[in-house]
């Protein structure tokens, strides 16, 4: 059931001033309709804002490092499956070992090692 403030929107007016700001909570919270001046408002707005910025030194925990971020950032949004991924870490886990080398620089680069290979490789006709 509503409260009855909820029921009657003017019900506060008697004690609204030109600039007051109402704060009306989600009635099962419980927490009473609140009225605040717009002079004392906006001072504690930006009290509590200065005490409360700091600057994230580490924005993609809980990942390990920035780049561990990047890398789950970009198969969401390649839509790779867990095999794909997988096979990414993979690869990368044997490079940084030294067990290989990664030399691709771009896309085109990337390209033009595919047409390369396309060249050596039997035509299939279609």
Known sequence: MLPDFALDPHSFSDSLATDSIRTEYHYTSGRPTRV??????????????????TINSKPWWPFLSRTDFEFAEIA??????????????NLFRQCSHGR?????????DARSTWEAASQRHTPVPI
């Open 76 to 89: 969401l949004e390649a839509a790779m499956t867990k095999k794909q991924i997988e096979r990414m870490i």
């Open 100 to 108: 290989d080398s990664f030399n691709l620089t771009n896309y085109n």
């Open 36 to 53: 605040d001046q717009f002079e004392d408002y906006h001072s504690h707005a930006n009290t509590a804002q200065a005490m409360s910025y």
